[in-house]
């Protein structure tokens, strides 16, 4: 009688445990020591808010700003600003790409500009870790368009069976007498030169497409091998087993009361402990950012959720379209010490108090009660070894205080040693002031930052008047 209910009570409590499986709706997150997830976006209009952005999440639905909420990347070329990035990594993990639409809305361009004259090219960084980002280039991929008048919102997704990236995007070009957006695509290799583009989405008649993100579903999940989501007055599901091949029209999502008129800019996320993903949505007519709609088959429009409310978190900054990353162990450790949150500093003259370090067209002097981002310096730990000190611009990241020669400018990381060393500096006590500082270089330790006629150089110092002239505060 014992052994029987023994055996009685296993089948309730098994009973119980499926019962409660089956009634949990909130997502279970990964373990907290696994790897998470870089979004690259832009956060809104402007100078600044049209740069490129990371943010982090551990879960895949709460975010936090990396980089304190300040941009990581910041376009020299073209508009100088962008939006919409791909983030892109090579079937081998030795490369990744940003691939960004050249655009600036509020910097001297409207959106009559932008979409019947702007610019045929996106801005591309290339990387090997994530961390160290190269120049940007732009590479023209609407200029053989019939009539492209721009280039708007970039993706990218690598084709094994031709050992190449589609790389597909909206351009407002002319076909058949019909002037509107559609997707074009072309191959490349290196998102450097691509083929001849050619048409892949055309609505019909007047319809307009312009975002359009695509994702790959592991076998066994729902009937087609690529899902891809798009803008096209609806928020358009479609299916297909090629990339270039047949797409199947799988339905939209109206049905939870979402079309094309409230939100852009799809992108996708599989969440990596379970087959279940992600499809966040621009909230763009509400000004509010990317909000995260659920579901277990991407090609099942009607297994799309809206989020429980409490369920994600994006962070401080707005977050607009962009791309979505599953990080390696490694790669999660690189993001997060690179972009770790160090609050920007000003270099405050020692012998002048009201003059601060600062750049102008890349010179470095210093000025007299400079506020703005050009006196802002983020102290990071020395590129060149332990125990010392780089400065990386706050509103031109990735570019540093580097001596060249005797001579001081704002430099672009090209990632090599001889950067690390000229870029890097030991803090010591203030040559003038113990309580101040002064820094000594890193590959010429006889000598330290100065300014002399209020130009930042590098000097030996011999004389009262050096030593005031290398002694700074760092201060905010």
């Known amino acids: 009688m014992a052994r029987l209910l023994a055996r009685l009570a296993a ?5 119980c445990l499926l019962f409660t499986s089956q009634v949990l709706t ?30 982090y999440s551990a879960d895949g639905l709460n975010w936090t ?21 791909a983030l892109v990594r090579s079937p081998d993990g030795s490369k990744y790409w940003i691939i960004a639409t050249d655009l600036c809305i509020g910097c001297g361009q409207s959106w009559s500009d932008a979409i019947n004259n702007g610019s045929r ?24 368009i019939p009539e492209g008048r721009n280039a708007w919102a970039p993706e990218a997704i690598w084709d094994s069976a031709t050992n190449s990236y589609v790389l597909y995007w909206a351009t407002n070009g002319s076909l058949n007498g019909v002037q ?35 994702v790959e579903v592991p076998s066994g999940v729902g009937n087609f091998r690529y899902v891809r989501a798009s803008g096209d007055g609806q928020i358009t599901i479609e299916g297909s087993n090629s990339i270039l091949g047949t797409w199947t029209n799988l339905g ?13 800019g799809p992108m996708w996320m599989k969440f990596r402990d379970r087959n279940e993903w992600t499809l966040y949505l621009d909230q763009y007519a509400a000004g509010k950012g990317y909000m995260p709609v659920l579901t277990t088959n991407p090609s099942a429009p009607g297994a799309f959720k809206l989020p429980a409310s409490g369920s994600y978190s994006l962070g401080g900054t707005k977050k607009r379209h962009g791309s979505i990353l599953n990080l390696t162990a490694a790669e999660d450790t690189r993001i997060k010490a690179r972009w770790a949150n160090v609050p920007g500093k000003r270099l405050q003259s020692f012998n002048f108090q009201d003059r601060y370090v600062r750049h102008a067209n890349f010179d470095v002097r210093i000025d007299q009660n400079v506020t703005n981002a050009d006196a802002q310096f983020r102290p ?19 570019h540093y205080l580097r001596h060249d020669g005797a001579d001081f400018q704002l430099v672009h990381n090209d990632g090599t040693t001889a950067f690390a060393e000229d870029a890097t500096f030991r803090q010591v006590a203030g040559l003038a002031d113990s309580s101040w500082s002064s820094f000594q270089s890193y590959n ?8 002399y006629a209020f130009q930042l150089k590098l000097e030996t110092i011999t004389t009262a008047t050096g030593r005031g002239d290398a002694t700074f505060r760092l201060t905010s």
């Open 180 to 214: 509107k957006h559609r997707i074009y695509y072309a191959r490349t290799t290196d998102f450097r030169t691509i083929s001849a583009p050619q048409v892949y989405i055309d609505r019909p008649g007047t319809q307009e497409i312009i975002d359009t993100q695509i």
């Open 65 to 85: 700003d990396l980089n304190g909420g300040g941009m990581t990347l910041r376009s020299t070329v073209g508009t100088r600003g962008v939006r919409d990035p």
């Open 444 to 451: 010429h330790p006889d000598r330290y930052i100065r300014h």
């Open 380 to 398: 990071r730990p020395g590129l060149a070894g332990s125990g010392t000190v780089s400065f990386e611009s706050v509103n031109f990241p990735g």
């Open 26 to 55: 909130t997502p279970q997150r990964a373990a907290a020591a696994d790897p998470g997830y870089l979004m690259t976006h832009f956060i809104g209009e402007g100078a600044t808010g049209q740069q490129m952005y990371f943010s």
């Open 252 to 264: 939209n999502l109206s049905g939870i009361g979402l079309t094309g008129s409230q939100v852009e």
């Open 11 to 15: 089948t309730v409590i098994a009973a």
């Open 121 to 144: 090219s996106f801005v591309v960084w290339e990387s090997t870790d994530l961390v160290t980002w190269s120049k940007p280039w732009l590479l023209n991929v609407a200029g053989a």
